[in-house]
């Protein structure tokens, strides 16, 4: 748990095989939440599997912003014979 910040790290492995920079544009495209991708914070690009949200908002936009998250689902695999 954040101790002194008004953010969260959050991993997304398991909900879409991308980098983080193109999580975090599907998350505004497709769920209505913005996210912040920690690759920016790194010289080298590094990936890490993991996405920032800042919760120095209202109450009820973080609510909001959690019940549109509850929905995201990994996608199904394709069926294979």
Do not use: N
């Amino acid at each position: 748990q954040p101790e002194g910040t008004y953010f969260v790290m959050a991993g997304y492995r398991g909900l879409r095989d991308v980098d983080d920079v193109a999580f975090c544009r599907w998350l505004v495209e497709h769920v209505g939440v913005a996210a912040i991708p920690p690759s920016a914070f790194f010289h080298d690009g590094r990936q890490t599997g993991l996405v920032r949200f800042c919760f120095a908002k209202k109450a009820s936009t973080i609510e909001a912003a959690a019940e549109r998250l509850r929905r995201v689902k990994a996608p199904t695999p394709p069926l294979t014979r």
